[in-house]
């Protein structure tokens, strides 16, 4: 759920704050999921960070909000999460939460798992980055 998600990663950054926070898994427009397995998204099964649930999970996100550096930058690695209205208004609902930026892919997004016929070290660097166009959200 959001609060582990959460505490999990105050505990990583304790001793130093968070410069580049990535979160990896399914989407759709103005949704990030978290944790959702394989599958269609059921929101009401997954922990997911959206548009829809934004108001029910604000407090449990804004305790990142210190968390991050002065340069510190999200980047939200689901599919078509950016996409839209609803993505637009995602992106900058967290930028203003965490008051950094935040960016987002538009379309598609692709990812790959160690062990698929794909090296470890081709995985990593094809994971670190957006497939096509993207856009950004700074704080208001």
């Given at each position: 759920?959001?609060?582990?998600?959460?505490?999990?990663?105050?505990?990583?950054?304790?001793?130093?704050?968070?410069?580049?926070?990535?979160?990896?898994?399914?989407?759709?427009?103005?949704?990030?999921?978290?944790?959702?397995?394989?599958?269609?998204?059921?929101?009401?099964?997954?922990?997911?960070?959206?548009?829809?649930?934004?108001?029910?999970?604000?407090?449990?996100?804004?305790?990142?909000?210190?968390?991050?550096?002065?340069?510190?930058?999200?980047?939200?690695?689901?599919?078509?999460?950016?996409?839209?209205?609803?993505g637009k208004k995602l992106?900058?609902?967290?930028?203003?939460?965490?008051?950094?930026?935040?960016?987002?892919?538009?379309?598609?997004?692709?990812?790959?798992m160690p062990g698929q016929?794909?090296?470890?070290?081709?995985?990593?660097?094809?994971?670190?980055?957006?497939?096509?166009?993207?856009?950004?959200?700074?704080?208001k």
């Amino acid at each position: 759920n959001i609060k582990l998600m959460v505490s999990r990663l105050m505990e990583k950054s304790f001793k130093q704050p968070i410069k580049m926070l990535r979160l990896h898994g399914h989407g759709m427009p103005g949704l990030q999921s978290v944790s959702a397995g394989q599958g269609i998204l059921k929101p009401e099964l997954s922990t997911v960070i959206s548009t829809d649930d934004f108001k029910a999970i604000q407090n449990d996100l804004s305790r990142l909000k210190g968390y991050f550096s002065m340069a510190g930058e999200v980047f939200l690695m689901g599919c078509y999460v950016a996409d839209g209205e609803k993505g637009k208004k995602l992106l900058q609902g967290l930028a203003n939460l965490w008051r950094v930026p935040v960016t987002g892919g538009v379309k598609k997004q692709w990812g790959c798992m160690p062990g698929q016929g794909v090296e470890k070290e081709l995985c990593t660097a094809y994971n670190t980055t957006h497939e096509g166009p993207t856009e950004t959200a700074r704080p208001k």
